[in-house]
């Protein structure tokens, strides 16, 4: 008994001890990370809402003008 006790100090309970730093350490982690992406949300909204060309970009009129080489036009001519 006095054998499982000990294994029970040296391997569980320092098992858990750092399994449990090892998550707080993580649940840190996120919690940075969400504070982060809470704050970039609230970028994109206000620039959504001030600037909608911006958020959503500008679509470019020169671009509809634009020739596009396709397999068609550079095939052979054959009869």
Same mark, same amino acid.
């Given at each position: 008994?006095? &054998?499982?006790?000990?294994? +029970?100090?040296? &391997?569980?309970?320092?098992?858990?001890?750092?399994? $449990?730093?090892? &998550?707080?350490?993580?649940? $840190?982690?996120? *919690? !940075?990370?969400? *504070? %982060?992406?809470? +704050?970039?949300?609230?970028?994109?909204?206000?620039?959504?809402?001030? !600037?909608? #060309?911006?958020?959503? $970009?500008?679509? #470019?009129?020169?671009?509809?003008?634009? #020739?596009?080489? %396709? #397999? $068609?036009?550079?095939?052979?001519? %054959?009869?």
């Amino acid at each position: 008994m006095h &054998i499982m006790l000990e294994v +029970l100090e040296e &391997i569980v309970h320092s098992g858990v001890l750092e399994s $449990g730093a090892h &998550i707080a350490e993580k649940l $840190g982690e996120m *919690k !940075e990370q969400l *504070k %982060t992406q809470v +704050l970039r949300l609230r970028e994109l909204r206000s620039k959504k809402v001030e !600037e909608p #060309d911006a958020f959503y $970009g500008v679509v #470019d009129m020169e671009l509809h003008n634009v #020739d596009v080489i %396709t #397999d $068609g036009s550079m095939a052979p001519f %054959t009869r």
